[in-house]
């Protein structure tokens, strides 16, 4: 695993004024899951860009989330790109921690959202994060679905 990941570290234990940080104003968060179960398009996504990984299974989101704000806000990257697996709660939850940084920082147009499912990637809107807080907005979505 560490092999994988060691130019990745943990969002978490990583000091906010690192110089590792600095490499490039382009960001990866992922899921401390996708390198070991993806490592191709983990290596994809990760060229270019410095990589932080957290597993919100392990730490409460809004650790997480407090660290990528200082993170953010030193720093100013031009690009953060949210890469998880897709149907993990977990891995929703730091998509809608991206998103909170969207809205925290006015970074429009600078947060991506890809998630990986059965070996394929797909890019994600933010407004897809945004619906899937509200989960009486999905439900109005699936009603407009149903066949009459």
Known sequence: MSGLIKDCPMLLSTNTGSKFLRKSDKFLLVGTCVPIEHPDLYREYAKNRVCLHVCLETFHMNMAETKLACIIKIHQPSEVLVLTVDGSPHCLQLHI????MH?????DGQIQHVVIEKGKHYSIDGRAIKTARHLHKVQQLL????PS
């Open 103 to 107: 809205r925290y920082f006015n970074l």
């Open 143 to 146: 009603d407009e679905k149903k």
């Open 97 to 100: 921690l991206a998103e909170d």
